[in-house]
């Protein structure tokens, strides 16, 4: 209101506060809605990456207790048609093992405990650092949490959306060798690719190894070197009506990052307790316990992934990292993007992206097309080549036979000539026969 307008006569408007006979049952919202997710389940798309042999599938069967092999799976994805492997686009054979070769390799099993079923998938990117150079082992991996954003944007774009499949990725363990010395140059450049694409957990793979005073140091310097490349790790959130202990138990998960893990496969028995297995390294020396807090991280990690923040890892996926993703490829499309918080919805605005969307859809698989197109041709190309040559090879060696045969039938020509000559030399001529009938 502008100062001194003059108000129209207003009736007095009392608030009356009632207080509610009986029971009405919105204050059992919560449960129901805790209910609903139970019923429904729970989703965890989990991206697993390190070096082959540190320790992703020990680690994984220990934090959800089963048996994954995720090296024995059907779901491979590989980069390039079988028939090009080994292969690169100028047909050439390229040296394997020198250069990075990473695969996609996904895993999904719905485990149950105490009636609430967790849907889990592990995407594991095997060849990832194996390889002598390494450079750009990234590529396959961001283009991989792409395609899942842009499958999303698909279906959120749907008439009949079903945006349940949730085929986001919502978190990356990445697997630290335990060197104790300094992070490599092939971690920091996946971690500075992948911070804001997804969830950053990294991990100190078989921490056994190191003594307690070289995880400290470590995790020193490796956080040192996140905060030189300005690497963002994920951060708990903490709200305004947290209380103290939930504030401590945020920023204690936080703190401890990089986690300093162990895993195992085996059960051994509980050194407290002889009737009891627990799952275990047994070393000459004694037993590492996967899961006794004072002995590695790996408890904070199962309480950070599962426990206590599954709902925060999959809000800040959809809230932060995917509508980053989202408005800066529409922005890329040059679709304005509004991005206050109160965005009315517009129609024509939506029927815009849309279009604009399945215009860059299909300029995609146009440009995909050609590409194939252009690849048969070459290679068609080639073999028309090979079998041109091979023909003109075949051609000219018939013409050297013939010309042979040619030469070779001349010759008895020349001889047969020569011998009748020579014939009709020595014989004198015989007098020509009269004939009878004249
Ligand atoms: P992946 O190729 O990364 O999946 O590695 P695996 O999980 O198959 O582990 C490779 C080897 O490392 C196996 O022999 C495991 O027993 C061993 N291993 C796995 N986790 C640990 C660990 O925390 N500490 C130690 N010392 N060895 C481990």
Redesign the pocket.
Known sequence: LNEGQILPDQPDIKIINRQINGYVGFANLPKQWHRKSIKNGFSLNLLCV??????????INSLFNENFD??DNNNIIPEKPLDLANEDEHGNETDEGLHSNVKIETITKTIEENGVRLKLTVVDAPGFGDAIDNTNAWEPIIKEINSRYDQYLDSENKINRNLNDDNRIHACLY?IEPTAHWLKQIDLEFCSMIHEKCNLIPVI?????LTDEEIIRFKERINKQFVERNIQTFKPPVYKLDDKETIDVANKLYESLPYA?????DFVTDPTNPEKTIRG?EYPWGIIEVENESQSDFILLRDLLIKQYLEELHERTNNVLYENYRSEKLINLGIKQDNSVFKEFDPNMRQEEEKKLHEAKLAKLEAEMKNVFQLKVSEKEKKLQKSETELFARHKEMKDKLTKQLKALEEKKHQLEMSIQSQAQSSPAQPKKKGFLR
């Open positions: 390190g070096k082959g042999g540190i320790g992703k599938t020990t680690l995720i090296k697997f793979a078989k921490s056994d190894i893990v162990v895993g195992s496969n390294r």
